[in-house]
């Protein structure tokens, strides 16, 4: 182990609370920073048909309010709103956004 640095022994729940913190995913259910980058990403406009409503294990799942405006963000404006929301987030936290109408 020459040329290592041992490390301190620390508490399991610190080191959990600083990986949640991290990655975005502490307050509001672990996802409030994902949901608040995708409603920058989006913007007004889009926010007015469509809302993040839950993120997990890299998917971020989208209510849409109509057939035409998912056909449009599934097949043209999902992949650019996957990577401006990641760059808001500094690194890739979405992975894939499924689009589902609202019901």
Do not use: C, W, Y
């Amino acid at each position: 182990m020459e040329g290592r640095k041992r490390r301190e022994p620390a508490p399991i729940g610190g080191l959990i609370q600083e990986f949640l913190r991290e990655n975005g995913l502490t307050g509001g259910g672990g996802n409030t920073r994902v949901l608040r980058a995708f409603e920058d990403a989006i913007g007004a406009s889009g926010r007015a048909h469509a809302r993040a409503v839950r993120f997990r294990a890299g998917e971020l799942i989208v209510e849409v309010d109509s057939a035409a405006h998912m056909h449009e963000m599934k097949n043209f404006t999902g992949e650019a709103l996957r990577r401006r929301a990641n760059d808001r987030l500094g690194k890739t936290m979405i992975r894939r956004i499924v689009f589902k109408l609202k019901g």
